[in-house]
């Protein structure tokens, strides 16, 4: 299959297109670029990673949630901003050319891509160790961008969903035992928080994704925003498979683990209310799970007294290449 | 040298801002993504190109080079569009943690972001086999992009600069002697035509950069305008290093050895004078080499009625992993 079949075949099966009708491509694949029309009162909000094989997911992971999760992770940093997914451009590099394989990665790519209305509007595909990069760009209204550094004492933090359940099967393959359903589908299918980002501009004094493990990710808003936190570990919302662990078990799973692809947010104090307007709006579970500190520590701790000091995982991705971890 | 680290610095030497003042990033690397503030009456030129460890150069590679190339690509890319580069955003994989490498590397790359004025605005560092992965915004005015699709019969075709140098300099590297320093330059340090394909717009009626060799670049400039082309081979310009060599020789290195970001472009009969005039304000050498034709066959021909066939290395990427060929 020569680039150009390749190519073709790619944007035969990724063609979902931008849910805002203003934000149109006017030229898209094919050319030496795309050329965006970016709506007037709108900023672009751009984001960039990469999922390489054997680091950022086991070797034998099914192609169809490599697709699916390589733009998955960018859209959840999106969603991170505030901003509504438009356009995405993917870097492919594979080391063999097998349709079968390409056929399903495409497909697990279409499939978000469809679900997220963001328009596959270039990318390149070359020879060589199988990774993936994308570049997700999306649009929020001028000025509404969710930023790590606007954290404030006495706000609320907050989490969406039920993290630790990616971090448990990527733990249960590695030690080579099959991992349950639900937390199979959260390693290999997150969803990013797409609605939930969009409707928190104008709430959340600071945002972050969950993709380093929520210890880790909070404290870029703590140390960006120049502020501490006390987190009440027995509020921490389990994932079902999690439920009889003690929390020496448990806790390095939620707070370490990372790939949860949740936001992590932080809100003024009295909003429980427009939290739980927002719950049910946005279809997500929302928890209160702590409250930022004027110190600068981070601080973990059962309604009981103990404390726990989870490992940072997330900040060494160079000192632990091919664990799996992201 | 954590991920942390590593970004910070990249991002302490790579510092340049864009040119255009318009362009604003309003928040740049640091958070869960970029904004950007693209001016009003202005479209978005986005590309992204990756390069791989001995696939698209080779192995030894000096560092600088590498980081100045991968940048060079893309912004030769938004060259061919017409566009203004304003930012970019690098997905680097590393196999080493070697604070020599990255600095001689992020050297290269900011060298180049200086003279082409353009931000790095955000990024990703992921252990794994060496590939670097930009992708870079530009800015056009609306509806003053070039396109491939464009050319009409009796346009004259027009190269940028002498293609050739950079496919000699690495046959040679592949041979195991030393290229020329000209030639070396020209494969590791490509000058992106971005004054040239600025200037373009209101002239040139389609462009492309040619990255995979003339006649594979033309080719899609034919294909997607649905014409064909009558190339003088006598006329094609020739790098110092090539001029004493027959032209069975130095054609394939000029036709189709590629990697030498001049543009490729057409522009009306009767514009030999505007032609002119723009080679002195882009301070390049520009070269008419034939006439579009209403057919669509590409022919390579000389004035005494040889005619010669490249081969069409550029097309077919997949089939040839570890050629050293982009």
């Not at 949630?65 to 505030?82: C, P, Q, R, T």
């Not at 662990?245 to 936001?263: N, T």
């Not at 739980?276 to 600068?296: C, D, F, H, Q």
């Amino acid at each position: 299959m020569s680039e150009f079949d390749l190519i073709n075949s790619l944007r035969e099966i990724i063609c979902a297109r931008p849910g805002d009708e203003a934000a149109q491509s006017v030229v898209g694949i094919g050319d030496d670029g795309a050329v965006l029309s970016v709506p007037s009162g709108r900023e672009l909000v751009v984001c960039t990673d990469t999922l390489v094989a054997g680091v950022h997911f086991p070797l034998p992971t099914r192609p169809d949630a490599i697709g699916y999760k390589a733009l998955a992770v960018n859209l959840s940093d999106l969603a991170a901003m505030g901003a509504q997914p438009a356009w995405f451009f993917m870097a492919l590099t594979l080391p063999f050319d097998n349709p079968d394989w390409i056929e399903s990665f495409a497909g697990g790519m279409a499939k978000l891509a469809s679900d997220a209305a963001v328009e596959l509007a270039g990318g390149d595909v070359t020879s060589g160790p199988l990774s993936i990069t994308v570049t997700a760009l999306g649009l929020v209204a001028k000025g509404q961008s969710l930023l790590r550094s606007t954290a404030v004492a006495g706000d609320l933090v907050v989490v969406s969903g039920r993290p630790g359940a990616a971090a448990y099967a990527l733990k249960r393959l590695q030690e080579g035992s099959q991992p349950g359903t639900a937390d199979l589908a959260a390693l290999n299918f997150p969803v990013p928080r797409l609605a939930l980002g969009r409707m928190l501009p104008g709430l959340a004094t600071a945002c972050i994704d969950i993709s380093d493990g929520l210890a880790a990710d909070l404290g870029h808003i703590l140390e960006q925003s120049g502020v501490g936190a006390v987190i009440d570990l027995d509020t921490l919302p389990c994932p079902d498979s999690l439920r009889s662990m003690a929390g020496s078990e448990r806790w390095p799973l939620q707070l370490a683990g990372g790939d949860d692809y949740e936001l992590c947010f932080t809100v003024p104090a009295g909003s429980k209310t427009e939290l739980m307007e927002l719950s049910v709006a946005a279809g997500v579970e929302l928890t209160i799970i702590g409250e930022i500190t004027p110190g600068r520590e981070m601080e973990f701790k059962t309604a009981d007294g103990k404390s726990y000091r989870p490992a940072m995982a997330g900040y060494r991705h160079f000192e632990n290449p091919g664990n799996g971890e992201k």
